[in-house]
């Protein structure tokens, strides 16, 4: 099973994936946290990542459809993937579904995560992600000491550098104009399932769960 975590930034879908990939014994690739990774390890590719994300741009098409493409031919990956952060633009979407295509496989579903923009700028400016674990927590205002703890690891919680104000903005200008369209494509094809972002994380992940064995059940 291949599934798409489709949502503006903020809208939870790296939350998710971990929830649904566990439930359904899948990998979650999230081509945020890989190219976070590469910056930090300070090689090649963090090296020409790390201005775009920086300013809230997408990282060009041909490093990132690579890299996601290397990562869905690993091992791990052979039972099935959840992709999240990927494809963001249609030239993304296109390159996906003809290297699938080429397997003789397909995205099976893809999981819209709706959420309204003023909802998306309180959680993204309240994000603190756990630099161990990347356990991501949302909590407004100052932190004390204690806030700082990560609650399942013990981590140190920071703040991404790309979710100051004006970044953000910028991320989701970007997110309209270039990764909004592809709500159209994957509803065009059948693949879309829309799932209300918005209450507690555990609600979401039960709501994105019965979306998916239903529409897992129709296809047989
Ligand atoms: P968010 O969804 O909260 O904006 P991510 O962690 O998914 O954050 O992505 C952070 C940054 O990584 C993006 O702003 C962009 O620069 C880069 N990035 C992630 N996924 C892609 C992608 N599919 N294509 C291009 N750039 C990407
Ligand atoms: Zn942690």
Redesign the pocket.
């Known amino acids: 099973m291949y599934i798409i975590f489709l ?5 939870g ?2 939350t998710q994936a971990a929830g649904v990939a566990e439930e359904f014994g899948l990998v979650s690739i ?7 990774q590469a910056v930090e390890r300070g090689d090649d590719l963090g090296k020409k ?1 790390r201005e ?10 041909e ?2 459809v690579q890299m ?1 493409l290397n990562k869905l031919a690993a091992p791990e990956s052979g039972k099935g993937a959840i992709l ?6 249609l030239g ?1 979407a296109e390159a996906l579904d003809e290297a699938f295509k080429k397997k003789k496989q397909k995205i099976d579903s893809v999981v819209y995560i709706k959420v309204e923009e003023k909802e998306l700028i309180r959680r ?1 400016s309240g ?1 603190w992600v756990c630099r161990s674990c990347q356990s991501p927590y949302s909590i407004q205002g100052a932190l004390t000491e204690e806030q700082k703890k990560c609650a399942r690891c013990g981590g140190e919680l920071y703040q ?1 550098p ?2 100051n104000l004006e ?1 953000i903005k910028n ?1 989701l200008k ?2 309209f104009s270039e990764t909004a369209p592809l709500i159209s494509y994957y509803r065009n094809s059948g693949r879309l399932i829309e799932v209300d972002g918005e209450g507690a994380v555990g609600e979401i992940t039960q709501r994105i769960i019965q979306a998916l064995r239903k529409k897992t059940c129709k296809n047989k």
């Open positions: 949502g503006a930034p903020g809208a879908k790296g999230a081509t945020g946290d890989l190219f976070r990542v775009f994300m920086a300013k809230g741009a997408l990282v060009p098409n490093i990132t996601v999240d952060g990927f494809p963001r633009n993304q993204l994000r991404r790309d979710d970044t991320r970007v997110y």
